[in-house]
Structure formats: C-alpha cells, structure tokens
C-alpha cells in the first residue's frame, strides 16, 4: 500500500483545512485508516482513525468537536476535515494504514504511512 498525502498549507487560527490521502493498493477497503501528527521537537502523536466499515471513528481528545475523519473506499481515499484550528495545530500530518479491522492508537501498530502534509495554524 501506497499513501499520499495533501491538502496542508498555511491558515488562520479558526480557519479550515481538509486533508485527503490516496491510497494505491486493491486492500484499502480492509484496512483500518488514521491521521497522526508531528510537531517540532516532538513525538508523532494520534490524531484520528476510522475503521475499514467506516463506522465509529475515533479522535484524540485534542481535537474532538474539531476534526471530522471520513473515507471513501471506491476512491481508495481517506479526508481529514479540520476545522477550528488553533496554533497548536501546527505540525507535520501522516496518514497511515493498518491491515487490520480494530482501531489503534499506536505509531507502531500501523504498517504504511504517507509522507506528510504541513499545516500551520497562524495565530
């Protein structure tokens, strides 16, 4: 599996970014799908993660209320709709996958990752 990531770019704090990631790979559908981040100095951390299904996403406390995680499987792709952002929301994002049904919010539990996309939040 192969993931891009894009949609990051500079705005304001309150502002909105969606974040698409595109997946190669005939298993996307099977796979459990999530957003990290990494900051400056910092360690990636859990941002969102939603199930092969769809259902029951999952969100870090940080940006619950904030952040909409979705997929579509026909497109092989996952979003990240961020809305509300804030400086802290600065940071490099990652979409990553696992071959897996169940959710985890662990870096090491997820076997594919993108790039990364920058987004940063102007206070």
């Known amino acids: 599996v192969q993931l891009q990531a894009c949609g990051g770019g500079l705005v304001q704090a309150g502002g909105s970014l969606r974040l698409s990631c595109a997946a190669s790979?005939?298993?996307?559908?099977?796979?459990?799908m999530a957003w990290f981040r990494q900051a400056p100095g910092k360690e990636r951390e859990f941002v969102s993660a939603i199930s092969n299904s769809g259902g029951t996403p999952v969100y870090a406390d940080s940006v619950k209320g904030r952040f909409a995680i979705s997929r579509d499987n026909p497109k092989n792709t996952v979003y990240l709709q961020m809305n509300s952002l804030k400086p802290e929301d600065t940071a490099v994002y990652f979409c990553?996958?696992?071959?897996?049904?169940?959710?985890?919010?662990?870096?090491?539990?997820?076997?594919?990752w993108g790039q990364g996309t920058q987004v940063t939040v102007s206070s």
């Open positions: 990553a996958a696992r071959r897996a049904t169940v959710i985890n919010r662990s870096v090491r539990a997820y076997e594919y």
């Open positions: 790979g005939r298993t996307f559908s099977s796979n459990v």
